[in-house]
């Protein structure tokens, strides 16, 4: 089996679990050397051995607060160290708070999810990219479908996601300078255990979930793998793509659909 990504050194942010797990299993699976961080130990260093146990690539873990400068830099500092180079990041950290109207969510809250969702992108990208230029690599940022099409009560997480896309389409700018490509991914609906935690507060998890599946034209929601299939594209294969934001949605925002807010059914 051809390596796609061999000997390469990528960072992936929030990687324990959901998307992030499907994209540094991805990267391992071909090739890479890769170095992943979350604020929870347990998970991260049960994936990372697993993961080095199955190779062909190379995995470690990192303990990071994405939130906190400090540990950003961290990071980047512990891969160099243990690599001497950085060939891709990938920034994966946020989160989707439970959907709450514009007028029960506080300015705190805004503020420490764009701290978490958008700010953290923004810092490791900056610490990343003097590395990155040396090898001309790529970043690629994880936004979501939402940041174009809006979704509703959830304002905040929307505004964060579509601000990583419009930061991705402005780095793409300045850093061709360097030939550092930068893009994004958007996904739609994917089984994550985020989204089984978020229809869990439902009224009814299953119905909630068997809607979030025919969200898609495809009639079912996107895996933690073909996430990471997407992100090894990006990084090995597009190389004449920057500024792209690649919809992983399964056609969710192709045709009509009802969505009157009018009338009860619509809501």
Known sequence: MSLRYQNKVVIVTGGSKGIGRGIVTAFVENGAN????????????????????????????????????????????????????????????????????????????????LNLNLVSYFLASKFALPHLRQRQGNIINISSLVGTIGQKDA??????????????????????????????????????????????QTVDAAATIRAGENAQLMGRMGTEAECGLAAVFLAADATFCTGVDLLLSGGAELNYGFKSRLHPEGL
């Open 34 to 113: 890769v170095v992943f961080c979350a604020r929870g130990a347990a998970e991260g260093e049960a994936l990372a051995a697993e993961l080095k146990a199955q190779g062909p690539g190379s995995c470690t873990f990192v303990r990071c607060d994405m939130t906190q400068e400090d540990d950003i830099q961290r990071l980047m500092a512990v891969t160099v160290e243990l690599y001497g180079r950085i060939d891709c990041l990938v920034n994966n950290t946020g989160w989707h708070p439970p959907h709450k109207p514009t007028d029960e969510t506080t300015a705190e809250e805004f503020r420490n999810l």
């Open 155 to 200: 304002a905040p997480y929307v505004a964060t996601k579509g601000a990583i896309i419009s930061m991705t389409k402005a780095m793409a700018v300045d850093e061709s300078a360097h030939s550092v490509r930068v893009n994004c991914i958007s996904p739609g609906n994917v089984m994550t255990p985020l989204w089984e935690d978020l229809a869990a």
